[in-house]
């Protein structure tokens, strides 16, 4: 299994579908993983409307443009019980997964 790799904007090269990585030559792109969001939005406020909204704006422009699936991670709030956040990220979402560990 392939494992995930850490690129630079500078090791990124994007021509028509296909990104090329580095090393790695050019490859045709099926999903892009944000993982955080929160680190992915430096100097934003995860909590702020507007900020939520823009990121929303951007990521739901992927998939048309680059014919990518897009995956945003995010971390429950302190409870445990919501994610971290405003609720736009909730209704931008097509579909939310929720991982806990298991306690077996």
């Known amino acids: 299994m392939a494992q ?22 050019p490859s045709p792109l099926r999903a892009i993983a944000v993982d955080t969001y929160a680190a992915a939005t430096p100097g934003a406020s995860e909590n702020s409307s507007e900020d939520t909204t823009q990121a929303m704006v951007h990521a739901q422009s992927w998939p048309d443009a680059l014919g990518v699936s897009v995956i945003l991670v995010r971390h429950t709030n302190t409870s445990g019980t919501r994610e971290r956040g405003h609720s736009a990220m909730r209704g931008a979402a097509d579909a939310m997964i929720s991982l806990t560990p298991s306690m077996t």
């Open 4 to 25: 995930p790799a850490s690129f630079t904007d500078a090791d990124v090269a994007w021509d028509k579908g296909t990104v090329s990585l580095g090393r790695l030559g």
